[in-house]
């Protein structure tokens, strides 16, 4: 395998940085850069709307004077500047805009989930024809060095499977949610700490984890994925009901983000699941992010720590700049494009809200063994009306499109109230000896 | 900074490797390659003393027909491999193979945690003057990918602390005994599972882990310490009613290595430690490592999964001879010499074995506070023969040679039955919101 070494950088001279977007993240980049003085690396150019707004703000105070400040993307493109970070998010105009700097010779830091779950390939296709870097440590679970740690140290393994925790709203959420607090109470407060914005729906509907499970994916498993095939499913549905009984089966619930691959087939999905509180998953608490890789060889590796927060992602920010600055290339492994399904083999966890009459178990244990689903368990509380009652019906592994089917018919059944709530069941795999 | 890269690998043109040592990691490195066949890495020699019966043996099924296999170092080191792989231990003979490997322009990749701790930046100074690869992933916590996790996604960052479980055996043990079992009866089956050596002084006394908590301070903290200058405590002490006393503190012990760098002094030890059930370093049972590593800016980031064990150690090997095959490097920081103490601020946990008679509390109690150090909580429970009573002491946070002091004059008073325990309690201090 060849790979040529872009020219070296002389013993001396930094790599001149460009950041674009000084909100959180960029200002926390900055004070990183000031604190810790890296003499490979010199910010020399800040890009952002509204740019006088931003030179007379607190973060700035952390900014040499010789940077320059400029709302005017041109002026970056058309500048001596090494690097690019790119941080501002979304898709447009941010995709052309890197375009041109890559064409222009300057490499690409960014911690954009989307761009790179999205369009990351045809990227790192432009940066490799001009022996560039494109470096986006900072995409997934922020300060937490799962993609550096997955491209160095698991190149050597197979990875069949990931899972994760990397959303660090609906993790709050549905921790709090755990001790006790409703949905739409700990919305507002994540709300009010920024950890939401005020439109959840990228957050608790999964589309913000689901394209950084695509990135994940690219990287340990060398697999592309489509994310607009990756099937979500919304938090926004889980009740305080549910931690109640997922404690009865020694469970929580947490939106967890999982692949996996069997033969060319990718099972992947981002959706709330009953986790065992003996696994890695239910550790993780508030805004923290983790993720699980296992290996053929390797077993199960688990990562974890603080995913967002402007501090923790400009960490990867900064390790990111500091590659490019030495010019540190990580093992590159063919990748290969997967069709996706969101069909998992799985225990699941049925909760339904009836107006009780006779016969209702009967008919749902009826509809599910008519698709050849086995019941596991039956848990009905006290203390509930009869007229609105609320139970769960969980089943041993089978397929999530059998379940699907058999709930489509009991959905329709007068007595049923809410539609009922189907999630798929973590199992505990690796355990250490 | 100038990187020189080595010259490039032709596309088609995997690197030689030998292997030096075809125990249970050199078998399973053999295995691993021969199930991914990357194209970038060939197996070419394999050294081990009494070579034919390593070639009759199972493990060899996995090893190409055209690989020499010899029990002649100069074979190898005259041979045109690209990469000597080094599992076999120990500082001799192995750290002058190495070195002439080195001067012979062949890069290294090992999994000896005692030679690069000791001899790390020597060797690595050969490397880098014939501008070749030394690669050491496998020296700690095997398939963990924290050595690479922290070079490549840390060095963003300025980490303070670090904390880990890396020695599978003494986690093994002290898991078993928090489960109930007896030291003698674990230790024995450890030995009987092939996790414990015959003579277990390198696990349960630190050294082992010593080695690790070296290197991983190096590459967390660009600290190099004298491993020779690290505190070591033996778990061999610890009793069940250790663990007993540890569930009413809502805590469990664990062989914890730690460093931390309080400005040019290191503060660093291997020793069992009382650490609370809420933190991550209880999450981790069985052979399983943990690493902690805790930055000004990113917070906590915890590494976790198969220390030992030969897949797991060899994907750190084949990760590493992957990047060496596309000449991968990573980002290089100035490492500079430290200072050490074992001297901690900590609360600590006493166990006292007396034969009880009124005024024992009050002379331990005296002690203690003519030193300085505040009682935090006192333990005694109920059903021990006054004859041999243990009974348990908690401070509030001191410093561990204050604690040392007024144990010395404690240990002499006749009652004393056995050398008082004092183990440190770790603190959590970094909570998620």
Redesign the interface.
């Known amino acids: ?5 872009k020219k ?4 001396n001279k930094a790599v001149k940085v460009a950041l674009l977007g000084f909100g959180t993240v960029g200002g ?1 980049v900055a004070r ?1 850069l000031a ?2 003085r890296f ?2 690396v010199q910010l020399t150019h800040i890009f952002n709307r509204n740019v006088d707004r931003k030179r007379s703000s607190e973060a700035a105070k952390a900014v040499s004077a010789s940077v320059v400040w400029t709302d005017n993307i041109d002026v970056i493109l058309r500048s001596d500047v090494d690097v690019v970070v790119e941080l501002m998010g979304g898709l447009n105009p941010v995709e052309g805009w890197l375009r041109k700097a890559l064409v222009a010779g300057k490499s690409v830091v960014t911690a954009n989930k989307q761009l790179i779950a999205y369009r990351g390939t045809g990227l790192a296709k432009i940066a490799a024809q001009h022996n560039l870097h494109l470096l986006h ?1 900072a995409a997934v679970a ?17 990875v069949t499977r990931l899972s994760g925790i990397v959303n660090g709203t609906c993790n ?1 959420i549905l921790s709090r949610m755990e001790a006790g607090a409703d949905y739409a109470t700990v919305l507002e407060d994540a709300q009010q ?1 920024g950890y939401a914005e005020s439109d959840p729906s990228a957050d608790v509907d999964g589309y913000d984890a689901r394209a950084k499970l695509c990135i994940l994916s690219r990287i340990a498993m060398h697999a592309e994925l489509d994310p607009d095939a990756v099937a979500i499913q919304t938090i926004s549905a889980i009740e305080a009901i549910d931690f109640s009984y997922a404690k009865e089966l020694n469970c929580t619930i947490r939106q967890v983000s999982r692949a996996e691959l069997d033969g060319k087939l990718m099972h992947a999905r981002v959706a709330p699941m009953l986790v065992p509180l003996a696994s ?1 998953m239910a ?6 992010n983790m993720v699980v890789v296992s ?12 995913g967002a927060g402007g ?2 992602t ?10 490019v ?9 063919p990748v290969r494009r997967r069709e996706v399904t969101g069909d998992f083999l799985a225990p699941h966890y049925l909760r339904f809200v009836v107006d009780d009459k006779p016969g209702i178990v009967s008919a749902i244990s009826g509809a599910l063994s008519k698709v050849g689903a086995n019941i596991d368990s039956l848990l009905q509380r006290r203390g509930y009306p009869k007229h609105r009652l609320p139970f769960v019906v969980t089943t041993e592994p089978c397929l999530s499109s059998t379940i699907e089917r058999a709930l489509a018919s009991v959905a329709r059944m007068d007595c049923m109230l809410e539609k009922p709530l189907c999630l798929q069941m973590l199992e505990v795999e690796d ?3």
């Open positions: 395998m060849t790979t040529k070494r070296s950088v002389g013993a926390s990183v604190a810790s003499p490979d440590g922020g300060g937490v060095p799962v993609i550096p740690g997955m491209l160095q140290g698991l190149c050597g393994d197979q709050y700490l890695p550790w993780s608490h508030g805004t923290q290996g053929r060889f390797g077993g199960d590796v688990v990562f974890s720590g603080h501090e923790p400009a960490v990867a920010v900064v390790s990111d700049l500091l590659a600055a030495q010019d540190c290339r990580t093992v590159q492994l355990k250490a000896e």
